[in-house]
């Protein structure tokens, strides 16, 4: 390894991936640093071709391995068949002031492997509500300076959807949908005719449903519809960083990937008034080592983002690079998941579904869009789908054994929709991270400290959804409806962000504009860290625009000399 880049980019994810498309691109000499092991495109996928009789207990964690890790097996996508991408809970300790599930993968392409796949694309409203109706600070970007990149990022990564024509989740570049099916179908249509602001419509999704050449370059194919996804899919049909950022950066020959290797701090001159470069725990070794760079981009994940920043402290800066203000930290937001709901629909027995759709529906935020007429701020989306169950009437008509019980089995029973929340919440100064005055990691890092909660806000959105989606069910003909709060801990979401937020004024915010820090311009945070607030659409695809953005200006300033 060289210890001597034009760039730094911390982490390997998402946006970890696009920094390194970007600046190796652009010609800069690029070390994408990752805490977590190598793992390449396809090679390290162990589970991807397995059915379930070949995993040793068919899917299932056995019981001694869920009780020594309550948190990570709680995760959606969690099995025996993901786990190899996830972190075990002893393995990286933190402190719960309260109750917050930090959901971790260490590795190269980091959550990339593991994530939803979810791509909407934030509508204007989101970006100018908390500041028109007073529940957060002004963004210093709005929808149609970000419209241009997120175009690029929906072009390479590849998204598939449908145009709409809905103000509150924009029309993307997409690739062609998967077909609802015919209850879906029913779904979307019964309610548009009864509510004409509500729409249920296809998701966005990062999967290659009709690849372009430049996807089939790079080694991917199309979508098998086999929704085993997590397991690292070795057609490269979902955007990963390992099957499409890094191999894209890869190619410029300008990419160096270090890889076991623990981001302990950023490196500040006080003399130079820039960082310098980082220090880092050789994994294998036990050993500091140092790497040095013009450019420094923090992609480690929002909250480690928010540690690493944390501890790089200085004589200039005491309390964390570029926290003057004490706002690094602060204003920490995720996304409100807790309101579920499910019924059973009579009929459509004769019609089933083809291959295994690894997409959903979704019915567009329909509150508080351009105005606030609620009691509460903000809105939610509603992800949703319909489904064939699984027979419950042989079990029950038959003695359990035989072949007219086996044959039972083999048909399925009623369809079933259910309907989920993904609800704006509130960045507030009081929900916080902070570094451990006592408590270390194994690497004699201090361990973060969650103080997260819920708030007043956050419990007025559930009881609508809850009401909404009973009533919404009810005009589809739903019957044996079931609604659930289920009073998850925040972090379970995984879409933690904020603690170093974008913003105009640097006493409100740390970073400007271009994602940089104001007060050490040659560091970039495009990872959920950087957002100023939550919206309710999935906040992936604005991070990889931030990103394409903030690399191709940093490239743009590196080679005019002015950082």
Not at 94 to 120: E, H, M, N, T
Not at 169 to 185: A, T, W
Not at 291 to 301: D, E, M, P, R
Request: proline fraction near 5%.
């Amino acid at each position: 390894m060289n210890t001597t880049y034009d760039a730094i980019v911390i982490g390997s994810g998402i946006s970890g991936g696009w920094a390194a498309k970007v600046l190796c691109e652009n010609g800069l000499k690029t070390c994408v640093v990752e805490r977590g092991r190598n793992v390449e495109h396809n090679k390290d996928y162990p589970t991807a071709h397995l059915h379930p009789w070949e995993l040793p207990h068919g899917g299932w964690m056995p019981r001694s391995f869920r009780d020594e890790n309550p948190l990570i097996t709680k995760s959606a996508g969690f099995g025996e068949d993901t786990a190899h991408f996830f972190i075990k809970d002893k393995e990286q300790p933190y402190v719960q002031k309260k109750p917050f599930d930090w959901i971790r993968g260490f590795q190269v392409g980091g959550k990339s492997l593991i994530w939803g796949r979810a791509c909407q694309r934030w509508s204007q409203s989101e970006f100018e509500s908390p500041f028109k109706y007073k529940y957060g600070i002004q963004w210093p970007v709005d929808y149609p300076e970000m419209a241009p990149w997120y175009h690029l990022v929906e072009d390479f990564i590849g998204v598939c959807g449908n145009k709409d024509g809905l103000e509150s989740m924009p029309d993307g570049e997409f690739l062609p949908p998967f077909e609802m099916n015919c209850v879906e179908r029913h779904m979307s249509k019964t309610l548009s005719d009864r509510y004409p602001d509500r729409h249920l419509v296809h998701g966005r999704w990062a999967h290659l449903t009709e690849p372009k050449e430049h996807h089939l370059e790079l080694g991917r194919g199309k979508c098998q519809s086999r929704n085993l996804c997590m397991r690292g899919c070795p057609f490269g049909a979902y955007f990963s960083s390992n099957s499409s950022t890094l191999p894209s950066a890869q190619r410029t020959g300008n990419l160096s990937i270090l890889s076991d290797a623990v981001v302990v701090k950023i490196i500040y001159d006080d003399q130079q008034k820039n960082a310098t470069g980082i220090e880092y725990i050789d994994t294998a070794t036990g050993s500091r080592q140092e790497l040095k760079a013009s450019i420094i981009f923090v992609n480690a994940s929002a909250l480690n983002t928010n540690l690493i920043l944390l501890n790089s402290t200085s004589d200039r800066f005491p309390n964390g690079l570029g926290n003057d203000h004490d706002i690094l930290g602060r204003y920490v937001g995720f996304h409100n998941y807790r309101g579920w709901a499910s019924g059973r629909f009579e009929g459509f027995r004769d019609t089933y579904v083809y291959g295994r759709n690894p997409s959903e529906l979704i019915l567009a935020n329909f509150r508080n869009v351009y105005k606030n007429d609620m009691p509460f701020v903000g809105g939610y989306t509603i992800f949703s789908g319909a489904y064939r169950a699984r027979n419950e009437e042989a079990p029950e008509n038959g003695p359990g054994i035989g072949a007219a019980y086996k044959e039972g089995l083999r048909l399925p029973g009623d369809w079933q929709a259910y309907m989920y929340m993904q609800g704006e919440t509130i960045p507030k100064a009081s929900n916080r991270v902070y570094l451990s005055d006592t408590e270390k990691d194994p690497w004699g890092i201090p361990q973060l400290v969650t103080d997260v909660n819920y708030d007043d806000n956050d419990e007025l959105m559930v009881q609508d959804f809850l009401k909404e989606s009973k009533t919404m069910l009810e005009a589809m003909g739903c019957t044996d409806i079931e609604l659930d709060d289920s009073k998850q801990a925040p972090g379970l979401d995984i879409h933690e962000m904020g603690g170093c937020r974008m913003g105009a004024d640097p006493k409100m915010s740390m970073l400007n504009r271009y994602n940089q820090l104001h007060l050490c311009q040659n560091v970039f945070v495009t990872d959920g860290a950087c957002m100023t607030s939550t919206g309710n659409q999935s906040p992936s695809l604005l991070y990889m625009a931030f990103t394409a953005r903030a690399a191709t200006y940093a490239a743009e300033q590196f080679k005019a000399r002015r950082i």
